[in-house]
């Protein structure tokens, strides 16, 4: 495994135990990145751990939720909507104009309980809300991009 920094791989030393013992459909992939892949439903979440600066590491949870829709106004609004509304992370749309739902850590203070809640509000909200973007605007979930 390739790190940046100290505090990125004391980072994910600490958070891999926690995550095998939290989902069993755990997966790290054969690359050397310090990523976590996590599948749920129709959605899948990405947890990585990366450098912040030299003494510090973020753990960065996040979805794609849907790939290929027509990003309207109407969809930009419900977006913002929402997240208005939730409790625990955001959605955002990339460079490529997929939609993710993301949350993020600060490594060194954070605990089992603390990235149990990231991780499944990231799951959960993709799963949750990717039939219904994609009724709606179109695109592809997660899972339907796999097949």
């Not at 912040?52 to 753990?59: K, L, V």
């Not at 849907?66 to 929402?82: H, I, N, P, S």
């Not at 990231?122 to 991009?145: C, K, P, Q, S």
Request: aromatic share 10%; glycine share 6%.
């Amino acid at each position: 495994m390739k790190f940046a920094t100290i505090a990125q791989k004391v980072c994910y030393e600490k958070i891999k135990p926690w995550l095998h013992e939290m989902y069993e459909n755990l997966a790290i992939p054969p690359y050397d990145l310090p990523i976590f892949i996590l599948p749920m439903g129709s959605a899948t979440a990405m947890v990585e751990v990366l450098p912040w600066g030299n003494s510090e590491a973020i753990i960065a949870t996040w979805s794609y939720v849907v790939t290929g829709a027509e990003l309207t106004a109407d969809l930009m609004r419900f977006l913002l909507k929402q997240n208005s509304e939730l409790q625990f992370g955001v959605f955002s749309v990339d460079d490529d104009g997929d939609i993710r739902f993301h949350s993020t850590l600060v490594g060194s203070t954070c605990d089992r309980k603390e990235l149990h809640t990231s991780v499944s509000s990231v799951l959960e909200t993709a799963d949750r809300y990717d039939d219904e973007i994609v009724e709606t605007w179109g695109g592809e979930r997660a899972l339907d991009r796999m097949y």
